[in-house]
């Protein structure tokens, strides 16, 4: 029997009519099940957002919550790097500015303030559910690698641990998470624990039809998800 939080995101969505989880609630899937989500809160007001840096720690990262505006980046709604108080502020005032600009009629539900990721290696882990075999697992480089090389690796989950740590290897550019060229290395029992804990969520929750996190951000000794996305 899965953890009633659980129950509570995906109600709360349906409740809205939504067939998609907000970044904030797809992270707190994660977060139930012990993969290393960002620190964020959803702030209504500029007041309430000042409160949430200040708790969080700077520098940190501005991003719209809107049931309109899916992809944020495209609508202004991405302020990375935010330093003080009044940076806050001013961001807060930009990003709704910007949404309405892009969509007039955007219900604009908050401001998510989330703590900023040091620099590391991008990683995407994503699945789709195939009408025949059900929930796959994709994971790869992120950035240019994914887009434009589709330099990935699948399995049909669930996967065990070993099937995770075999995804990792596979892919063409694996030397890199191996620390090429003067690149920092990247903990891979990490990277591997997180598609190994993502195979489980997908297995307990057939509400998920799509899932990205992208990019996590890997380090030599760990790794955070930055982004996250989840289609019902």
């Known amino acids: 029997m899965r ?5 509570e995101i995906f109600k709360v969505a349906k409740d809205e009519d939504r067939n998609f989880l907000y970044e904030h609630e797809a992270k707190a899937l994660f977060a139930l099940y012990d993969l290393p989500v960002t620190q964020i809160h959803v702030a209504p007001t500029e007041d309430e957002a000042v409160e949430a840096a200040n708790r969080i720690g700077y520098p940190i990262v501005l991003k719209i919550v809107s049931p309109q505006i899916l992809h944020k980046s495209d609508a202004g709604g991405v302020i990375v790097g935010v330093e003080d108080d009044q940076g806050i502020r001013d961001g807060f005032k930009k990003i ?3 949404a309405k600009a892009y969509n007039a ?26 009408p025949t075999f059900g929930p796959t697992l994709m994971f790869g ?8 090389l589709k330099d ?5 989950a669930p996967i065990t641990e070993r099937d995770a740590a075999e995804m990792i290897e596979e892919i063409k550019a694996v030397k890199i998470l191996d620390g090429a060229r003067g690149m920092p290395p990247c903990h891979k029992p990490t990277l591997a624990e997180i598609l190994h804990k993502t195979s489980k969520m997908l297995m307990e929750n057939p509400e998920i039809k799509e899932l990205d996190m992208n990019p996590i951000l890997a380090y030599p000794d760990s ?10």
């Open 3 to 7: 953890d009633p939080k659980i129950d």
């Open 96 to 98: 709704v500015k910007n």
């Open 105 to 130: 009629d955007a219900e604009i539900t908050g401001i998510l303030v989330q703590e900023m990721a040091p620099n590391g290696t991008e990683i995407i882990v994503g699945s789709t559910t195939d």
């Open 141 to 148: 480089l992120g950035g240019i690698f994914v887009e434009i």
């Open 152 to 156: 990935v690796s699948f399995r049909v």
């Open 223 to 232: 790794a955070r998800i930055v982004d996250a996305r989840i289609i019902m």
